[in-house]
Nanobody, 122 residues
Framework: QVQLVESGGGLVQAGGSLRLSCAAS????????MGWFRQAPEKEREFVAA????????SYADSVKGRFTISRDNAKNTVYLQMNSLKPEDTALYTC???????????????WGQGTQVTVSS
């Protein structure tokens, strides 16, 4: 019912910034929670941030608090992840997801995008 397409990834130097976008199409609901996850080679997928579509309530992983900001544009059905002060350890494939509950567990999300690569050099 929902298709998610990420964009905005790329190669940046440590300390730089990137803004990721996740465009949603299909049937969407205001009750959905949108999340960003990331996965580095040989690592498990980890939670980055989430936002409750209806209220705008956000949640962040400790590793990105103060550096990343998740937001949404209701009119465009798009979720953003503004990433500042990037570190090499932020390098990963970033994927957006949609689910029904406010969670940081990947298994609680139903729809997934293909991901966009973020590489931070130093």
């Amino acid at each position: 019912q929902v298709q998610l397409v990420e964009s905005g990834g790329g190669l940046v130097q440590a300390g730089g910034s990137l803004r990721l976008s996740c465009a949603a199409s299909g049937r969407t609901f205001s009750s959905y929670v949108m999340g960003w996850f990331r996965q580095a080679p040989e690592k498990e997928r980890e939670f980055v941030a989430a936002i409750r579509w209806s209220s705008g309530t956000t949640s962040y992983a400790d590793s990105v608090k103060g550096r990343f900001t998740i937001s949404r544009d209701n009119a465009k059905n798009t979720v953003y992840l503004q990433m500042n002060s990037l570190k090499p350890e932020d390098t990963a494939l970033y994927t957006c997801a949609a689910g029904r509950g406010f969670s940081r567990r990947p298994s609680d999300y139903t729809y997934w995008g293909q991901g966009t690569q973020v590489t931070v050099s130093s």
